[in-house]
Every structure is written in C-alpha cells, then in structure tokens.
C-alpha cells in the first residue's frame, strides 16, 4: 500500500551531515512516511513558495 501521508524533509543537499541525516532517517523509516527534497531542487522551491509567511 502507498502512504500519501508524507512529512516532506527539506535538507541542504550540498551539506554533509545533512545529507547523512537523511540516510539516517531512510534507513529507519519503516513506515515510509518521510519524503525528502534538497533546498537546491526546483520542488523545494515551489514548496516553499507556498508556505505563508
């Protein structure tokens, strides 16, 4: 079964920790409800354009 409740995880894809901490995070999302989007991607920015501030 596909989760459509995913918690979408913004990280600095040219960050190192960051980018550890992702993998971390996959390897114990045995629900999968995470979802991950690097702040340089073109999706990042649409969502943040979306966000009110």
């Not at 960050?15 to 990042?44: E, T």
Request: hydrophobic share 40%; aromatic share 10%.
């Amino acid at each position: 079964m596909i989760n459509r409740n995913y918690h979408i995880v913004l990280f600095d894809g040219h960050c190192n920790l960051c980018s550890g901490a992702v993998q971390w995070i996959i390897r114990r999302d045995k629900k999968d409800k995470f979802r991950f989007a690097s702040l340089q991607s073109p999706i990042a920015a649409q969502l943040l354009k979306n966000i009110d501030t």
